[in-house]
């Protein structure tokens, strides 16, 4: 998630928890505290895909937060001043608000790494999206009331509201998760296609419209379902170039790695000479930020040449009007717009890319 929503966790949490002792001080622990896994974007591994692959690795793990949690529960029973609360009761704050900034990263679809070091996939339950106001704002409004009036009893109660209210948001999401795919699925039968994996997400600031996705071999079914479809979603088959790939790019680290980090949800085009990898699980239909050139192709029929270091591949903004007529599909499944609508940024001219 956001830091912004990150921040307003953490501080909500350690108010709830400490705050009675802390005053307000603990909402700004909370909030410093809870900033702390993500500042392994500080850290470069030379290449673009690793960057992205590894970060929420080791910072995001359950197993070093709650091993830092422990550590630092024991500095501060050591060296801190002496306080009116237990060492458990510290232990489990500290443990809460560093374990609820991944937690809560997982329910986003880029993926985390909750088990780290253990080699299994990251886990992305892809049920909220990166940014959501719903999510965020009752927790923003108790620590800024908290910031304002102390946090005595009714301070208190509205951390644990904030905190109540959000939880409930975040547990509904699931819902929204379970409606898409049973649309998807109906979509897919409908319509017979063999899907070997599948996938949703809300699009942009809501769980009302959703984004599903069905990859069948060398092509991909994307389509937009909302709570007020009465029917399941149109899917539009895009050309996935999987195959080809593979024979490219069999050797190339960056390749195997985003194959696991993405769970093979990825899209490869020949662009300006140079073989693309799209992540498809994020962004939008035309607008995924994260792409990478892997290989290199001069000519056509000669053998490409992987590329060492990778780097992001440019994409275009995405556009307002389009943000308004997602905004318009969500609220009225008669609206006309599909995701064949969005797609053509995703798309060059023949000669840029087959």
């Known amino acids: ?4 929503t990150q921040i307003v966790l953490g501080a909500s949490i350690q108010g709830a928890m400490l705050g009675r002792w802390q005053g307000r001080k603990a909402l700004l622990y909370g909030a410093a505290l809870a900033t702390l896994p993500d500042m392994d974007v500080l850290l470069d591994y030379g290449d673009a895909v690793a960057d992205m692959t590894y970060h929420r690795g080791f910072s995001h793990s359950l197993f070093v937060l709650g091993a830092l949690a422990l550590a630092m529960t024991l500095v501060i029973r050591r060296f801190g001043p002496p306080a009116q609360y237990s060492a458990g009761r510290l232990l489990a704050t500290l443990a809460l608000v560093l374990c609820t900034h991944p937690l809560l990263d ?25 940014i959501d106001p719903l999510y965020t704002l009752p927790l923003l409004l108790a620590m ?4 304002t009036i102390g946090l005595q009893r009714t301070g208190l109660r509205w951390q644990y509201a904030g905190l109540a209210l959000s939880s409930l948001y975040l547990a509904s999401t699931l819902g929204g998760k379970w409606m898409a795919e049973s649309q998807l699925q109906q979509a897919l039968q409908a319509q017979h296609i063999e899907a070997q994996t599948t996938f949703s997400s809300p699009t942009p600031f809501n769980t009302v419209l959703w984004r599903v996705m ?6 991909y079914y994307e389509g937009l379902v909302s709570w007020l479809d009465s029917e399941p979603p149109r899917l539009i088959a895009l050309p996935r170039h999987a195959s080809e790939a593979d024979q490219i790019l069999t050797g190339s ?26 992540d498809l699980r994020l962004g939008m239909t035309g607008y995924h930020p994260f792409r990478f050139a892997l290989a290199e192709q001069l000519t056509e029929g000669e053998d490409a040449r992987l590329i060492e270091h990778t780097q992001l591949w440019p994409t275009p903004p995405a556009e307002l ?21 969005l797609a053509a940024p995703l798309s060059l001219p023949p000669h840029q890319q087959r």
Do not use: K, N
């Not at 998630?1 to 912004?4: A, F, G, I, K, N």
């Not at 960056?254 to 140079?274: K, N, S, V």
């Not at 389009?322 to 064949?340: C, G, N």
């Open 321 to 341: 009007s389009q943000l308004q007529a997602l905004a318009e599909r969500a609220l009225d499944a008669h609206y006309a717009i599909s995701l064949s609508d």
């Open 253 to 278: 680290t960056q390749y195997e790695r985003l194959r696991w980090f993405t769970g093979d949800r990825l899209r490869f085009d020949l662009i300006e000479q140079q073989w693309v990898a799209t």
């Open 214 to 219: 069905a990859i069948d071999g060398d092509q």
């Open 144 to 147: 800024l009331i908290g910031l």
């Open 1 to 4: 998630m956001d830091s912004v």
């Open 106 to 130: 997982s329910f986003t679809s880029y993926g985390t790494q909750l088990f780290w070091p253990l080699d299994t996939p990251p886990v992305a339950i892809s049920s909220i999206f990166i």
